[in-house]
């Protein structure tokens, strides 16, 4: 397999980083890789691995940095849902012109970028074949704002706000939390976002998750507007690992996420 670093940039001109890898000729579709907040396009290993097998088995894809991560441009306090969609097409974009292939493209996304793909996929159906979501985070205006201290009937507290106008986010939660995002969570209309999905969507959840519950995967799943499974993985935390294991190296993980690729191969190809 040949693993190519690459190089483009999102729409807005932030200069995104990634790595392609294909193997052979075969084409059964291409696949953009879409990693959670905090980590890289690797995702410590595991996306690396599900980029090997996806390239094995016919499908090119791209992974690469999200702005404001790993190699790629941008601020974290600047980040925003929309930001990350049009990355995301800017990656499909920039593999159709990599690979010659001229159709939709399988989008896979991992945690806090489940919901801005799943944006993505309803906004601009044309461009994607297949949606996967592993363990994702879709409740964007619950995790952001409704839970947090400082918020209350959707305000920012006094002490909150100067906070904000100090440092120029709120806190970091795996990124620091911008006046942009804020603004944009209160608007997030997670039913709305999850009818509008009409591609086939392939959901994969830990049941032992403690970062996103897999009880929001079971209570959101019938929202989506089309064809939609749910597939749990029992006893795997967060990214289909075991407690604390975040370089993932347990046997136990490395079962888990060779499931977890097995299944997402067979269902993008499907």
Known sequence: MADNETAFRSLDGTALFG?????????????VLVHGSGVTRDEGGFFT???AGLAAAGVPNLRFDLRAHGASGG????LTIASVVNDVQAACDHLRSQTGWDGPVHVISASFSGGACALFAGHRPHDVSKLVLLNPRLDYR????????GW????????MAQ?????????????ELGRALLNEVLLWDLPAVLAAVQVPTLIVHGTADTFVSVELSRRFRPLFGGSTALVEIDGAQHGFAVHEDPEYRDPQTKIWQREVIELVGRFVID
């Open 142 to 149: 619950e995790r952001y704002t409704t839970s947090r201290v």
């Open 152 to 159: 209350v009937n959707d305000y920012l507290s006094s002490e």
């Open 19 to 31: 790595t392609i890898a294909a193997e052979g000729t075969t084409l059964n579709g291409v696949g």
């Open 49 to 51: 691995r599900m980029a």
């Open 75 to 78: 601020r974290e306090s600047e």
């Open 163 to 175: 906070k904000l106008d100090d440092q120029g986010f709120t806190e970091r939660s795996s990124f």
